[in-house]
């Protein structure tokens, strides 16, 4: 389960890439982000009333509310930052959003833990000439329950959730069965503006070949080997 990804990406450079038009951009001068956590914002893309895709921000994770057992009192609201691949077409808190609402999550990398106590930090990108290239994740939005974004420390009004996959070989040692569903270029209209069956076709594990581990616990690794 992905519980943090960095997006440090400039804003101009997400424009080019996701193929926005300035006057579509809602983030205004929104700093890059090295790490991004469940119930804060980030860059998404979306596409909106008029069919144009546009830059705004969401907090990470579809809020519920949340009960506790013992005392019947209500809690925090839980976040649901990630959706299973095999659920999104069924799943009540998902489906209408995966019917209507699917978006492209700018990302330069996504970290997943190993162990426990303490657990070790292992960050994953793509091959290519910068160190972080920027790529999209799969995602899911909707507008936040106005009773549960009280919640919130920043809230933005909507809410996003990054689809995953089975894990590949380059992750799968680290996160034995699950990864972030990462999106070719190409498919970004698809994933948009497709049918469903066209959108479900693509949340399939990203190439091994393609990634690599940029940094753990310890200290820098290039294409998945320690650094000297």
């Not at 077409?89 to 833990?113: D, M, Q, V």
Request: proline share 10%; charged share 25%.
């Amino acid at each position: 389960m992905c519980n943090l990804y960095s997006a440090t990406t400039n804003v101009q450079a997400m424009r080019e890439l996701f193929r926005v038009k300035p006057e579509n951009d809602r983030l205004g001068n929104a700093e890059p982000r090295t790490a991004i956590w469940p119930k804060y914002p980030g860059p998404v893309v979306r596409t909106d009333d008029g069919g144009e895709r546009e830059l705004v921000e969401m907090n990470w994770g579809f809020l519920t509310k949340s009960v506790s057992k013992k005392t019947g009192k209500e809690l925090k609201p839980q976040a649901w930052n990630n959706a299973r691949d095999d659920k999104v077409r069924t799943n009540g808190l998902w489906k209408n959003s995966f019917l209507k609402r699917r978006c492209l999550i700018p990302a330069s990398s996504f970290r997943e833990a190993k162990g426990k106590r303490p657990a070790t930090d292992f960050w994953f990108a793509l091959m290519g000439d910068e160190p972080r290239p920027p790529f999209a994740m799969a995602g899911l939005w909707q507008p936040t329950p106005p009773a549960l974004a009280t919640s919130l420390d920043t809230p933005t009004g909507l809410s996003h959730t990054v689809v995953t996959t089975t894990s590949n070989d380059i992750v799968r040692p680290v996160h034995p069965s699950r990864m972030v569903v990462i999106l070719d270029p190409s498919d970004y209209e698809t994933w948009l503006n497709g049918s469903p069956e066209e959108a479900l076709a693509l949340l399939r594990p990203y190439p091994s070949d393609r990634m690599k581990i940029v940094m753990d616990g310890i200290g820098i690794l290039r294409d998945g080997e320690p650094s000297d």
